[in-house]
């Protein structure tokens, strides 16, 4: 799995509202993220800003963002942030769908791959018929 397509690494970056009681979101945020499954890259830009590197196929940015969001982090909200958001979250469910996993999948890598395994041609098939392998 390290050879993944470059179009399926997605590099974004996440703001947060200056007003909160935490003064350093972006690295709260960064040490909630660290251990998740798909991202590969964290790197805190300024108190706000937060730089990161994910597989979208494991992960995607509105997964990413629901999380912090529950968590009590401030998603900053302007204009420009929110289309943003809103055009990654499309793409992101587009590329998703397109390689097999719909929406809501939670382990989205696995199930591509093993669709790939079966489509593959290969040494480990059972070449009998389907209503012939239960017989023995």
Do not use: W
């Not at 970056?13 to 709260?28: K, N, V, Y």
């Not at 499954?37 to 790197?43: A, C, D």
């Not at 196929?57 to 909200?77: K, M, P, R, W, Y």
Request: with cysteine; hydrophobic share 35%; aromatic share 8%.
């Amino acid at each position: 799995m390290d050879q993944t397509p470059a179009s399926l690494v997605k590099h974004r970056e996440i703001g947060f509202r200056d007003l909160h009681p935490d003064p350093d979101q972006a690295r709260s945020a960064s040490l909630l993220l660290v251990d998740v499954p798909g991202v590969r890259e964290l790197q805190v830009v300024t108190p706000t800003l937060l730089q990161i590197v994910y597989h979208v196929l494991e992960v995607s940015l509105e997964q990413i963002e629901t999380a912090l969001d529950e968590a009590g982090f401030h998603l900053d909200n302007r204009l420009m942030y929110r289309l943003k958001r809103a055009l990654y979250y499309y793409t992101e469910e587009v590329e998703r769908a397109n390689a097999g996993c719909p929406r809501g999948s939670t382990n989205c890598t696995q199930t591509v791959y093993m669709t790939r395994y079966r489509l593959a041609a290969h040494g480990c098939r059972d070449p009998r018929p389907e209503h012939l392998r239960e017989y023995r």
